[in-house]
Each structure stands twice: as structure tokens, then as C-alpha cells.
């Protein structure tokens, strides 16, 4: 039988969150039913059951322009201690980022510019039950303990000072949010808003500006107060309420129910970083895109995949796929969206509460999915270059000497100098405190631990298949890895069903960014896995069709 040539797809809209429940795939359908070819095959709208061969499972990996990228982690900061539970990043006027973890109250502060580590800063005690909040006014940064009051960080003097909230008590305020120059706390039901002279005075007055009000449509405790364009949007555990922003400083905000929006139960599930009209949130309708005019659903293959309570995980020592049913309920889940682009939903597998062993990537402008592996706290969005230059004097000017005296010249260097490009700016803090960096560039520096699997490739529905060959387009590793840094195998299926265990396949020829691998195999169908180092553009089968099933 001639042998066949034909081109994987790379750019599917939709990945099979469980590789099991895919569709049966065929190269040539013939026959089959509800055979369509798509208009885009980048939308996933109309595009349900094409039995297209696709990526059926990745890790540590990313949608490119081209197809899929392996990617790695930079080690920014080596952890120093235990417990860290999220990364705040605090600003001043002069616009200086340092980060802040509460870690259950003992609170740990970073910054470039001063100690090499987390430095820990024992200003208060904090039930880790209670919420943390933050919000930017006026080149201020305050942070709010639940029940504990205000707190704002002197950068200079590196302490936190709590500050007196006039008009209202710190055992009514849940948390605080921001929004058209206003700083917002709320309570159990009540929304207040600052004066706009001072952003701690939330005394009611006509004069000043400030104010509150208990929002009609509220249905249940509140539990985030997040701006977004336009005002703000008032979370609950059953809906959402938005405040529209009025221009008139005696009523600066209205209010209405957002359409079809559902609840919350912790900030941490709702994205509010960016400067966006939208908010993604994970809610009791699933995860949503919402703003001040409605709420949207967004992917129902994320929906069912997070409380289906089924998962996978790769071996790299057998090359296999082990599935796993989940004892809680469904996932813990958190959000993440970062520089105007990736979405990032943390997911945990196991019964410890804020540690998350996976995040699903989903690239807004590509609307394609990747998938990454590691073990971590939050992620976040880095707010300084991920590499040094030298720091001028007028940098330091703020900084006494006696504060610069723990700092030898080496560590005077500004991470500030430069902004973090979009593409190295998804940084991840693990329990420990390390911050790792993700690294999506074409020219890797070091070995990833990434995998690929594509499938399920069958030719016909009437014969089984023979595999030839497989030729694989990267784009070059990097000079200091070789080429390829990665290994191939092949999985075939008797039954169409129940992979065998895989072979690696012989490497015929190499050379730049190219290679060709050989291994003669029957079965009904198969998958190839590529486990390693890549930037795949292009993989093309070599097949014969072989004898009747």
C-alpha cells in the first residue's frame, strides 16, 4: 500500500481537558456523520465534532502563533521560610514596587532594592480565615486585615503604619477596593466611598464627597469590592452588583444588578489587576466574563473539566497517562490575568487548601489553551525587570544610608530600570516564598519539563494503520541545549481505545530546528508524544493503510 503524507493540526481551538473523553478521530472520515469543514478553525464556535487529531494533553507548555511552545522557570528569589499564601504588590508615588505576602499575618515584604530575601515584618497578629485586601489611591497603596483596620507601607522607613478610617470603625470593614480616585470599603452589606480630599475620610458629608449605601440587588454577605472601567463591581456569594460612576461628587455612584452574573466566595477568584473593562471570574455559574453591563459564560469544556473531579497527570519515567478521581467536591480554583493576555486558572489537586499544582493558560488573543505544572501559591504579575542595571544615585535619593548599610554594592542595582516585557511578566510564588519566573522565548537557556501528546490518528474507519515516520519543524533551542532536546514516542491502540505502552521512535536525521523520526507500527490508531525542549511549527505522518480491522 502507497504510503500518506499529511500535516497534525497545531492550532485547535478546543483541548480535551481529559484526554479520555475525546471524540474518535480519522484523518479521511468517509462516511461519518456531521462532517463539516469550519470557517475559522481558531473559533471554537460551531467547532464540536470535526474528528480532527489535535493535542490531547500537555504540560508545561503554551499556544503559539505557530502551534505550541515548551516553556521553563526562572528562579527570581529563593524561598526562606513557609507558608505564603499570596503575592500583593505595593506601590508608592514615586512608583517603587515592593511585594508583600501576608503568610497567615506574619507578613514578609521584598523588594530588589533591599535584602536578598524575604524580610519578615511582625506589625500584627491575623486570623489566616480573615480576608486581605488591597487597593491603589493617589499613589498610595493600602492594605486591609479584615477586622484589623488599614495599614499602608512607608517605603522609606520599611515598616507598616496603621491609619485612623474616620467615619467608620476597623471591626465593621471587611476589605477595601478602589475606583475613580475613591477608596472603597465595605462591610457585610454597605458599600462606603472616601472623600475625594482625603481618601481615609469616609465621614458622610455633601462637602467632601463621602458617602455609602447599602445596594438594593445585594443578596448575600459581600465578599470583594474590585473597580473596573466605568466603577466597580460589588461581589456576593450569590450575584453581583455593579457601581456605575455618576461624574457627580454628592451621589458618585449608582447601582444595578449585573445581568446573569453569579457569586463569589473570595476575591481571589475574580481578575481586577488589569486596567480592563472586564473582570474573568470564577462564580456559582462558572467561570464568566463580566462587566458593569452583564456577565458572559466563558468555556464550558473549563466548566465541566474543574467540577468534574477527574484529572491526569504524565510519568516522564513511563511516558503514561494516570487519571485520578479527586475526593473533594471540585477544585479549589483562583484566577490570574495578566498582561492584558493570559488567563491563568490555579487548580488543586489535592485536599490542601491554597496550594495549586496546575494552571490551564488560556491566551485571550490566540483563544487557545496550554497548560502548566508546578507546584504554587499564586501567580501573579512581576513588577520588576528580570534583570538588573545599575541604580543611580537620584534612585537611592529616598533611602538613608544607614538604611542602604545591610547592602553590599553588588546588591544595588535596580530592578526597576526597565519594565518586564509581556511575555516575562507570569511570575509564580510557591509556598516557600520562591518566585519562578515563566519563560516563553523561542531561544531556551535550559531543558523544559514539557510534553506533548497528539492523537488519536487513524487513516480510515475500515483498515488500521502502519506508522512510517514523523518529521517534526522547531524552532532552534538554543545554542547551549543542542538540537533536538527532545524525545519521541509512540503510543498504539488495538481497539481504538486502550493505548499499548509507548516506544520511542528512532531518530533518523537532524539538523536546526528540523528533525525525522522512524518506527514501524500497526494498530487501529496512535499517539505521539514529544516530551522535552521545543517550539514545534510543523509535524507531518508518514503512514500506509494496512489490512481490515
Not at 2 to 8: L, P, R
Not at 141 to 149: A, K, L, P, S, W
Request: proline letters at 5%.
Amino acid at each position: 500500500m502507497a504510503h500518506q503524507k499529511f500535516k497534525g493540526a497545531l492550532s485547535s481551538a478546543v483541548l480535551p481537558f481529559v484526554s479520555t473523553l475525546q471524540t474518535r478521530t480519522v484523518v479521511m472520515p468517509q462516511l461519518d456523520v456531521n462532517v463539516r469543514t469550519p470557517r475559522n478553525p481558531n473559533s471554537p464556535e460551531g467547532y464540536t465534532d470535526y474528528s480532527i487529531p489535535q493535542v490531547l494533553y500537555c504540560e508545561n507548555a503554551v499556544p503559539t502563533t505557530e502551534g505550541f511552545q515548551s516553556v521553563y522557570y526562572q528562579e527570581m528569589l529563593v524561598g526562606n521560610a513557609s507558608g505564603f499564601d499570596q503575592a500583593i504588590v505595593l506601590r508608592d508615588a514615586d512608583e517603587n514596587n515592593f511585594l508583600l505576602s501576608p503568610a497567615g499575618g506574619r507578613n514578609f515584604i521584598y523588594s530588589p532594592l533591599g535584602a536578598a530575601s524575604w524580610v519578615q515584618k511582625t506589625f500584627m497578629s491575623l486570623d489566616p480565615a480573615k480576608l486581605i485586601t488591597r487597593a491603589y489611591v493617589n499613589g498610595r497603596t493600602f492594605v486591609c486585615f479584615e477586622g484589623r483596620g488599614v495599614w499602608e507601607y512607608d517605603t522609606a522607613a520599611g515598616t507598616f503604619n496603621k491609619q485612623t478610617l474616620i467615619g467608620i470603625t476597623d471591626a465593621e470593614v471587611r476589605g477595601i477596593g478602589n475606583s475613580s480616585n475613591y477608596l472603597l470599603a465595605f462591610t457585610q452589606l454597605e458599600v462606603h466611598w472616601s472623600s475625594l480630599v482625603d481618601p481615609l475620610d469616609f465621614e458622610p458629608s455633601l462637602q467632601t464627597g463621602a458617602g455609602f449605601a447599602i445596594p438594593q440587588d445585594v443578596k448575600a454577605r459581600i465578599t470583594a469590592v474590585l473597580g473596573i472601567a466605568g466603577g466597580y463591581i460589588v461581589y456576593t456569594a450569590k450575584n453581583a452588583v455593579a457601581g456605575v460612576y455618576t461624574n457627580n461628587s454628592r451621589a458618585p455612584f449608582t447601582f444595578k444588578e449585573v445581568n446573569n452574573a453569579g457569586g463569589i466566595a473570595t476575591y481571589e477568584q475574580v481578575t481586577s489587576e488589569q486596567n480592563a473593562g472586564h473582570h474573568y471570574a470564577w462564580t456559582t455559574s462558572g467561570l464568566q466574563r463580566i462587566t458593569i453591563q452583564g456577565a458572559e459564560p466563558i468555556s464550558a469544556e473549563v466548566n465541566d473539566f474543574l467540577a468534574g473531579r477527574l484529572w491526569e497527570s504524565y510519568s516522564f519515567a513511563t511516558h503514561t497517562l494516570t487519571q485520578t478521581y479527586a475526593t473533594s467536591p471540585e477544585f479549589q480554583v483562583k484566577l490570574s490575568y495578566i498582561a492584558s493576555r493570559w488567563l491563568l486558572i490555579s487548580y488543586n489537586v489535592t485536599p490542601v487548601l491554597g496550594n495549586y499544582q496546575y494552571a490551564l493558560v488560556y491566551d485571550t488573543i490566540l483563544k487557545r489553551w496550554g497548560k502548566l505544572k508546578l507546584d504554587h501559591v499564586d501567580v501573579f504579575s512581576y513588577p520588576f525587570a528580570s534583570s538588573p542595571s545599575p541604580v543611580s544615585y537620584e534612585e537611592l535619593a529616598p533611602r538613608s544610608y544607614a538604611a542602604l548599610a545591610p547592602n553590599s554594592y553588588a546588591d544595588l542595582v535596580s530592578w526597576e530600570a526597565t519594565d518586564p516585557q509581556s511575555k516575562s511578566s507570569i511570575a509564580l510564588l510557591q509556598a516557600d516564598g520562591t518566585i519562578k519566573l515563566l519563560q516563553m522565548t523561542y531561544n531556551k537557556d535550559q531543558p523544559c519539563e514539557s510534553v506533548l501528546i497528539f492523537g488519536k490518528f487513524q487513516l480510515t474507519r475500515a483498515s488500521m494503520m502502519t506508522l512510517q515516520a514523523l518529521e517534526l519543524e522547531s524552532v532552534w533551542p538554543g545554542q547551549d541545549l543542542g538540537n533536538p532536546e527532545y524525545k519521541v514516542f509512540a503510543s498504539l491502540s488495538l481497539n481504538g481505545k486502550t493505548p499499548q505502552p509507548p516506544v520511542e521512535l528512532a531518530l533518523l536525521d537532524s539538523v536546526p530546528g528540523y528533525s525525522r523520526h522512524a518506527k514501524r507500527m500497526t494498530g487501529v490508531n496512535f499517539n505521539i508524544i514529544v516530551e522535552g525542549t521545543s517550539a514545534l511549527t510543523a509535524y507531518v505522518l508518514e503512514v500506509n493503510q494496512s489490512g481490515d480491522r
